[in-house]
């Protein structure tokens, strides 16, 4: 039985994967480097120092990689931060989650201050018990580090006893290297089939059908086989 839920945030919990695959492009082209959306897009979820070397050589990195973050940071905080919203029942979920004796945890690759501000928009201050962003790991995902640190806040729990959940293959690649099963959620964009590649052990269209799930099984949460097949059929 899942006695522990590790919630991805971007794409998962808020609508934000498109505004941060924009707000990368731009800050690409103004360093000289136009990239397609879409290949920007199919990097979210990880974190700057994962993301940027897929574009840019250890030379440009060495010149003006930590400009280029700072200059992606400043425009996504003042274009785009202000355009991402939650998804629905992401609050319900955790109240939820709370009233079966299911414990909580953010592991995000945003800043702290960016996170505040996703806890701020779902409303769910106060309903999670450990937090990790950023700020606290050497290394974003798909490397294991922020899982890890979530793991650490939450008192080293069993693994067995605790899911992740999360948008990207980048999530269920982390979780992984820490034997943790995967959730997938289809809301943040990814592909079905990459999510499943990567080791997502089921999925679900957003956080609102994981709040169903949970309602209507709450002993086999979240691995509910009828709602996966209705999943699988819809996609």
């Given amino acids: 039985m899942v006695e522990n839920v590790i919630f991805d945030v971007d794409g998962t919990l808020v609508d934000s994967v498109d505004e ?14 136009d990239i397609p959306f879409a290949h920007v897009r199919s990097q979210i979820g ?9 574009f840019f050589n250890d030379e440009e990195l060495e010149r003006f990689g930590k ?13 785009f931060l202000p355009k991402v919203r939650s998804f629905p029942r992401v609050r319900e979920l955790f109240q939820r989650l709370r009233a079966s ?27 999670f018990e450990a937090k ?14 922020i899982f890890e640190a979530a793991l650490a806040r939450l008192g080293k729990p069993d693994v067995s006893a605790t899911v992740v959940v999360g948008d990207t293959p980048y999530d269920a690649l982390a979780a992984n290297k820490l034997g943790l099963p995967t959730v997938g959620v289809l809301a943040g964009g990814f592909p079905p089939d990459d999510l499943r590649a990567a080791g997502c052990r089921t999925l679900v269209k957003d956080p609102a059908e994981l709040l169903a799930r ?3 099984s709450p002993r086999t949460w979240p691995w509910s086989e009828a709602s996966a097949a209705q999943t699988a059929k819809d996609e």
Avoid: M, N
């Avoid at 941060?20 to 480097?33: C, I, K, N, P, T």
């Avoid at 990880?46 to 897929?54: M, N, R």
């Avoid at 400009?67 to 274009?79: I, N, S, T």
């Fill in 46 to 54: 990880k974190g700057a120092d994962q993301l940027i070397p897929v």
């Fill in 101 to 127: 004796g299911i414990r909580a945890a953010l592991a995000s690759s945003a800043k702290e201050d960016e996170l505040k501000q996703y806890v701020k928009l779902c409303g769910i201050d106060g309903l």
């Fill in 214 to 216: 949970l309602e209507s």
């Fill in 132 to 145: 990790t962003s950023k700020d606290d790991v050497d290394k974003s995902k798909p490397h294991p580090d």
């Fill in 67 to 79: 400009d280029l973050e700072e200059y992606r940071g400043q425009l996504f905080v003042k274009e």
């Fill in 20 to 33: 941060h695959a924009e707000a990368w492009r731009r800050a690409f082209l103004h360093f000289g480097r």
